[in-house]
């Protein structure tokens, strides 16, 4: 994808304050933080959204959760962290790529979220 913007983080070609890489995995800090640890974690190969996922996505994003605790461990969330994957228009989601937020720090993180 020419002009997503996590493609392009994933490809280097917009900085990003990276804290993990491999063939199939990117992570680097939100730039906009909403928690003091508040990582994003992504596929490199572009997918858009959980509602869109194939079979064949499983094993990425089985691993793109796997890695969660030892990102939030070595980047300042050892007791603990929440990840959010927000998916479509009811999700909020912004970025129309993939993302597992990995939101944490020394403190619980809050509410899951406001009761209505
Ligand atoms: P969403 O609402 O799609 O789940 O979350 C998108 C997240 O991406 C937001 O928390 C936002 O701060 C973060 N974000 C958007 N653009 C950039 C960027 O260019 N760099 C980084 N590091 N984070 C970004
Ligand atoms: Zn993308």
Redesign the pocket.
């Known amino acids: 994808m020419d002009d997503c ?1 996590f493609c392009k ?1 994933a490809r280097g070609e ?1 900085p ?2 990276k804290v993990y890489e491999d063939d199939e995995l990117f992570a ?5 933080p ?1 928690r003091p640890v ?1 990582l ?1 974690v992504i596929p490199r190969r572009h997918i858009t959204s959980l509602a869109t996922i194939e079979e064949a996505d499983a094993p990425v994003l089985g691993r793109l959760l796997a890695i969660a605790n030892r990102l939030a461990t070595e980047n300042g969330s050892p007791d603990g962290f929440r990840v ?3 998916t479509g228009r009811v999700g ?4 129309q790529h993939l ?1 597992a ?1 990995v939101v944490g720090g020394p403190e619980p993180v809050g509410p899951m979220l406001k009761r209505i």
């Open positions: 913007i983080i917009i990003s304050r680097f800090h939100d730039i906009n909403a508040h994003l959010i994957i927000n909020q989601q912004e970025v993302h937020h």
